[in-house]
């Protein structure tokens, strides 16, 4: 089992910045790849960024650019680096991981963060 908590989100005004915090705890061992989605009020969650334990990254078009997802293996935490945001990155963020346990790929996520986006 992988435990998420995620943290940072917050209300900044158009063109402003936040950084997303997400920690794991469990089986960190077996974790594959993390990322983020975002939910917006009526809408499907969205996938957002994404890294995999090579590092390897990638991002919705909607954020390429302007978002950057990091990681730091010591701390088994994920980062998400938002600059320039819009009002339509206001959404609830949840962190995500898959993890593998014997033959099974299986996701977990975070309770989400809410990231508002006003003046």
């Known amino acids: 089992q992988v435990q998420l908590v995620e943290s940072g989100g917050g209300l900044v005004p158009p063109g402003g910045s936040l950084r997303l915090s997400c920690a794991a705890s469990?089986?960190?061992?077996?974790?594959?790849?993390m990322g983020w989605y975002r939910q917006a009020p009526g809408k499907q969650r969205d996938l957002v960024a994404t890294?995999?334990?090579?590092?390897?990254?990638t991002y919705a078009d909607s954020v390429k650019g302007r978002f950057t997802i990091s990681r730091d293996s010591a701390k088994n935490t994920v980062y998400l680096q938002m600059n320039s945001l819009k009002a339509e990155d206001t959404a609830v963020y949840y962190c995500?991981?898959?993890?593998?346990?014997?033959?099974?790929?299986?996701?977990?996520w975070g309770q989400g963060t809410q990231v508002t986006v006003s003046s």
């Open positions: 469990g089986s960190v061992f077996s974790i594959i790849t």
């Open positions: 890294i995999t334990i090579t590092d390897t990254t």
């Open positions: 995500n991981a898959y993890y593998q346990t014997g033959f099974r790929r299986l996701p977990a």
